[in-house]
């Protein structure tokens, strides 16, 4: 089964809008932390936001915020004021286990995300 | 902070050639870097944990004798792609954490090397 499961290959949103990118995951861990990553078509991996399994509050990064519904296990980053220089692939990823426990990252298949005038 | 510097960025080879590439963490200490390989428009996918010191980690699936990986100091990790082929071509791209013992930690990547084997 996906760990990681971002169910949209692509989005268009105009300029200035709200986005939202959707990522659900799957894990029995009661301790792990949900990551996204923005990936300009340069290949560089941008970290934006972070959420743990423990965090009461969504968390935010400016123009980043993350809708975390731990019930229905999803991490939906929502990106406001959408800019041209948002257009990027997008990936949703999750880190199992106990701090210094493996650190291992699980990504998703990502969301390529294009932003219009 | 937590600069993580990748070199080369790009590379052509013939085919049978063996081609090395390096992680550098600039402003932290990894005891732990992760190597990874992304195929156009798709995922990452884990390859090896990295681990300062001692033997690398391999994920199932992944050819140890083929991708050789040498972390020799808490700074520098490399990965050897021995005898390359064609099928090797890809993009590989490392990362690392500054501090593993915190959970909210992430991980901060290097960008890339574009591996083209002809």
């Known amino acids: 089964a996906q760990k990681i499961t971002q169910t949209q290959p692509g989005m268009f949103v105009q300029e200035k809008e709200a986005v939202t990118l959707d990522c659900t995951y799957d894990?029995?861990?009661?301790?792990?932390?949900l990551f996204w990553y923005k990936q300009p078509s340069s290949g560089e991996m941008i970290f934006l936001i972070y959420?743990?399994?423990?965090?009461?509050q969504n968390a935010t990064e400016g123009r980043y915020s993350l809708n975390f519904q731990k019930a229905r296990k999803s991490a939906n980053l929502v990106i406001s004021a959408s800019q041209l220089g948002d257009s990027a692939m997008y990936f949703c990823?999750?880190?199992?286990?106990?701090?210094?426990?493996?650190?291992?990252?699980?990504f998703g298949t990502g969301t390529q995300l294009k932003v219009e005038l | 902070g937590a600069v993580v510097s990748q070199h080369p960025s790009r590379v052509i080879c013939k085919s049978g050639t063996s081609v090395k590439i390096e992680c550098r963490s600039l402003?932290?200490?990894?005891?732990?870097m992760f190597w990874y390989r992304q195929f156009p428009k798709k995922s990452l996918m884990l390859m090896a944990t990295?681990?300062?010191?001692?033997?690398?980690?391999?994920e199932q699936g992944v050819e140890k004798d083929k991708f050789l990986i040498n972390h020799a100091s808490l700074t520098l990790s490399t990965l050897t792609v021995t005898s390359a082929h064609p099928e090797d071509s890809s993009f590989y791209i490392c990362?690392?954490?500054?501090?593993?013992?915190?959970?909210?930690?992430?991980?901060?990547f290097g960008d890339g090397t574009r591996l083209s084997i002809l």
């Open positions: 402003d932290f200490q990894a005891t732990t």
């Open positions: 990362s690392a954490i500054p501090d593993p013992t915190h959970s909210n930690q992430p991980q901060h």
């Open positions: 990823a999750m880190r199992e286990g106990v701090p210094g426990g493996g650190n291992k990252l699980t």
């Open positions: 990295s681990n300062e010191g001692s033997k690398a980690t391999y």
């Open positions: 894990t029995s861990d009661q301790s792990y932390g």
């Open positions: 959420q743990g399994s423990y965090d009461e």
